[in-house]
């Protein structure tokens, strides 16, 4: 693969390190007050785009076949919504005798409380050929609802910023440009569905905008500093996170008893895992506007990023393979009830398997 395509594939991980080089190099171009005036155009218009973009991106439609899939979304949401944050906080209760920089551990919280993005976790399912039921509006909506009451519930707010401040303009810059986006959609359905447009590109790109002005606040600041011993520890932290809970994920879904197909079990082991950053990064900004350790509570999740897509790759093969083998098996055992009882994949020996490769 040449450097060009190389670019073009992972331009967004690319942008994301030169937009935090040029605000460490320019600080004074996106701080508050600045030529920039992030304080407006990042706080009300950007966020507002990224929403207004999704709404308009959203296929509402999806959710009728979707609803016939309960046990399979009552999985992913609860995993995602109630163990993953606990899961992580009683984590960091541990690792609070540590000498990890505070302001990254409760990056890890925030980072729980995300949701799943739809983007990649459906493109790695749909690669390995899982259950493509979860690309639906649920997880986005699911995201704008809960996530701010997790943020807050787990880590509270800045204390310059009221509550009453936080939800309306949560309501002003992501319900509403959500719900203008959904109305839009309804009336160029066909023309969205003939010509496809970059709606993830758009996101990714304002969403640069948002996290250059975020690490200006932090590089203007010269009492904030970033321990690289800390920051080393976190992205450990980060990859045990991820291939923990695939494991677990994995063999919960591949139990006796369980009801989950194989396609079910790479849909499940994706998306209750993956986080979404372009969710999340607008969240954080809303939610801790002022806040002068904004930027290193947004680094864990900007590794997360990278992470689970890098993760998820390696393992596409591994997971296509497994998934093939188990619809053989499952296919011969329903032609031949019965005459192939001893033939299926040990359970034990595909979770060591797993673990293999992830590690």
Not at 233 to 260: E, H, K, N, Y
């Amino acid at each position: 693969m040449g450097i060009l395509a190389v670019i073009r594939k992972e331009w967004f991980i690319i942008g994301i390190v030169l937009v935090i080089l040029s605000a460490k190099v320019q600080p004074s171009f996106g701080v508050r007050g600045g030529p920039l005036k992030p304080e407006v155009t990042v706080a009300y218009v950007a966020v507002a785009l990224i929403f207004f973009n999704s709404g308009l991106s959203l296929k509402s439609e999806e959710l009728t076949s979707a609803l016939f899939h309960v046990r399979l979304h009552l999985f992913v949401q609860s995993f995602t919504l109630v163990f993953f944050p606990l899961a992580v906080w009683l984590l960091l209760r541990v690792l609070a005798f540590t000498a990890i920089d505070q302001w990254l551990l409760r990056g890890l919280q925030t980072v729980s409380c995300m949701p799943p993005p739809v983007s990649s976790a459906v493109i790695l399912t749909k690669a390995v050929g899982g259950n493509e039921v979860m690309n639906s509006c649920f997880f986005t909506l699911r995201g704008i609802i809960v996530t701010p009451g997790l943020l807050l519930l787990f880590l509270g707010s800045s204390s310059s910023v009221p509550f009453s401040s936080i939800f309306s303009q949560l309501f002003m810059t992501v319900v509403v440009p959500l719900v203008l986006g959904q109305a839009c959609r309804s009336f160029l359905r066909e023309f969205l569905d003939r010509r496809k447009p970059p709606f993830g590109t758009v996101s990714s790109a304002v969403l640069l905008m948002i996290i250059y002005t975020t690490f200006c606040d932090t590089f203007s600041n010269p009492s904030i500093q970033l321990d690289p011993t800390s920051l080393l520890l976190v992205v450990l932290i980060i990859f045990a996170i991820q291939i923990s809970f695939m494991l677990l994920t994995f063999t919960f879904s591949t139990r006796s008893g369980s009801g989950f197909t194989p396609a079910d079990t790479v849909a499940i082991v994706f998306c209750s895992t993956h986080k979404s950053l372009t969710l999340g990064i607008p969240m954080l900004k809303i939610v801790f506007a002022g806040y002068q350790h904004l930027s290193l509570i947004s680094v864990p999740l900007l590794i997360y990023h990278p992470a689970q897509i890098l993760l998820g790759s390696i393992l596409v093969p591994t997971i296509k393979t497994w998934m093939n083998s188990r619809q053989k098996v499952r296919a011969h055992t329903r032609t031949h009830a019965g005459t192939l009882k001893h033939t299926h994949t040990n359970p034990l020996t595909c979770v060591l398997s797993f673990s293999l490769v992830c590690c």
